[in-house]
């Protein structure tokens, strides 16, 4: 089963291949802590897909579920001892995830995609951050049998001195450092879906540059002197009030239009509190399944109004797991109106007048990866692109990932 580690700060990483653990910085999981080894211990994910946790002759020891180890296999809802830090094993989510819940919008929410699902037609999703705008676009990819893949992309984390490359590609020698032809994110999810997450965000000269590709089923990388064709479907999200946004001229009416072909509206967690139990327990699972609510703690957390939606209660269930026993009680709540939940990525700024596009984006790239000590999941993250894109940037622009 695919595992993530569930770090003290409440940063998830995802347990993949062979990774190193300790506090130098050449490790996959970088740990800032004097009781940890420099080399602590592997982990490694068996081609049986178990994940197992390996001691390296650390000082302190490797201590799985209050037993010391060499080698042990992770569950989910290990607890790992490394020094003074507490980690946890959880299970990994699947881009299947299902929609929770049995509230009357949620049923609602349930029956469009049942109907929009496998149609052809371009989707908005709208609502607030948080709510579970990207596990609707998931479950519309799911059950509208196109077998391409399904590519999230983010474009207000894109920099914008990537974002066109990013979704459509360029070729060799289109500018300064361009040694190979890269592939957009339109051409990749060929055959599938692509979710184009807070798409109020994009420069009016890329919306315009979108609509085309929506009107015209191709698209033409930077430096290409035809188009390519792509049977995409797209699935838009935003949080605010794209109405407005075009009144204001800060998105095209007639791209708008065309992203409205399909409206689905996810209901925030505060119009279906009646679901929280179950989501909290779903959620809690995912980190242990041998852990629980008790009554007093669910009523502490139905007194919330979760301005963060289902991903702030995701943060809240996960700090409490870390930091109590079962079951969990209301003194182990902590929500994130005290401040507690892990803050934004700070904007990636870069000197611009006078330098080549190629060092300026080679800046922003290597930046995002120093930012995160090389986790390349977060740093795609912070860019707005998916991993297997920025490692292509990584490559071509000979870049370290350490």
């Known amino acids: 089963m695919p595992l993530r580690l569930l770090l003290p700060s409440g940063e998830h990483v995802a347990v993949d291949g062979v990774m190193y653990v300790g506090s130098e910085p050449d490790n996959d999981v970088i740990l800032s802590d004097n009781c940890v080894s420099r080399k602590h211990c592997i982990l490694e994910v068996r081609s049986d897909g178990h994940t197992t946790i390996k001691d390296l002759g650390s000082t302190n020891g490797t201590w799985v579920n209050g037993v010391k180890i060499t ?40 029956r469009q995609i049942d109907v929009v699902a496998p149609l052809a037609a371009t989707v908005l999703v709208v609502g607030e951050t948080g709510a579970g705008k990207d596990l609707v676009a998931q479950a519309l990819h799911g059950q ?67 609509l085309r590709v929506l009107e015209r089923h191709t698209v033409r990388p930077i430096g290409a002197s035809q188009d390519v064709a ?102 182990d709540i902590l929500f994130d109106a005290v401040g507690l939940a892990r803050p934004k990525d700070e904007p990636i700024r870069v000197a611009v007048e006078g330098r080549k596009l190629v060092d300026i984006q080679k800046e922003v790239i290597a930046l995002a990866i120093r930012n995160h000590r090389g986790n390349v999941n977060r740093a795609a993250e912070t860019l707005g692109m998916p991993k297997s894109t920025l490692y292509d940037w990584v490559k071509r622009l000979g870049l370290s990932t350490e």
């Open 230 to 331: 792509v049977d995409v479907r797209v699935v838009a999200a935003t949080h605010v009030d794209l109405g407005a946004a075009v009144a204001t001229g800060r998105f095209r009416r007639d791209l708008f239009y065309r992203l409205e072909q399909q409206v689905i509206r996810v209901p925030p967690l505060r119009e279906r509190l009646g679901d929280l139990p179950l989501l909290a327990a779903s959620l809690l699972s995912r980190v242990d399944p041998t852990m629980r609510f008790s009554d007093e703690a669910l009523r502490r957390l139905g007194s919330h109004s979760w301005p963060g939606n289902v991903r702030e209660l995701s943060n809240c269930v996960d700090r409490a797991a870390m930091l109590s026993q079962s079951p969990i009680e209301p003194e």
């Open 144 to 210: 509208s049998g196109r077998t391409g893949a399904y590519l999230p992309v983010n474009c207000a984390g894109i920099n914008r001195y990537l974002v066109e490359s990013v979704l459509f590609g360029h070729e060799k020698g289109s500018f300064t450092g361009a040694d190979r032809r890269h592939v957009g994110v339109f051409e990749e999810a060929d055959g599938g879906t692509l979710f184009l997450d807070e798409v109020g965000e994009l420069e009016l000269d890329l919306q315009s540059r979108l």
């Open 71 to 110: 080698e042990a296999e992770l569950l989910p809802g290990s607890r790992v001892a490394l020094g003074a830090t507490r980690l946890r094993a959880v299970a990994a989510t699947s881009d299947g995830s299902p929609i929770l819940g049995n509230a009357t919008a949620i049923e609602e929410l349930r």
